[in-house]
């Protein structure tokens, strides 16, 4: 199982789910976004004044995982999908990741109202 590819300490700090050996295609093929997410996931801390602060734009939880990822130069990415159906283009919605960077995407949520479905 390539979920041992991650540190130990990782496990045990999260529940991991992975599909498609994703662990072991972004160790073998993107080492440095690998290297990014396990760095990001070995340094969060979820701290409870964190989650006690009041509303807003943007928690100081997303506040820091956006500086974390900036930093190595991870970007917001907006998708325009377009699928042919008998030669007509058929559009469909826009959808959006928080970080993008050498073909690895990354979205994160938090307390999100809004359906969304990974496949």
Not at 34 to 45: A, E, I, P, Q, Y
Not at 56 to 70: E, L, M, V
Request: hydrophobic share 35%; with cysteine.
């Amino acid at each position: 199982m390539s979920l041992d590819l991650l540190a130990k300490d990782v496990r045990e700090k999260y529940e991991v789910a992975e599909r498609h050996h994703a662990c072991a295609i972004l160790k073998n093929d993107f080492p440095k976004e690998w290297g990014d997410v396990h760095d990001c996931l070995r340094s969060f801390r979820l701290r409870k004044s964190e989650i006690l602060t009041p509303g807003g734009r943007k928690s100081p939880i997303s506040t820091g995982i956006n500086g974390f990822f900036a930093k190595r130069g991870w970007k917001e990415k907006r998708f325009q999908i377009r699928v042919l159906v008998d030669s007509e283009e058929v559009l469909s919605p826009t959808h959006h990741v928080d970080y993008f960077k050498n073909r690895v995407a990354i979205e994160t949520e938090w307390n999100n109202k809004d359906p969304f479905a990974d496949s």
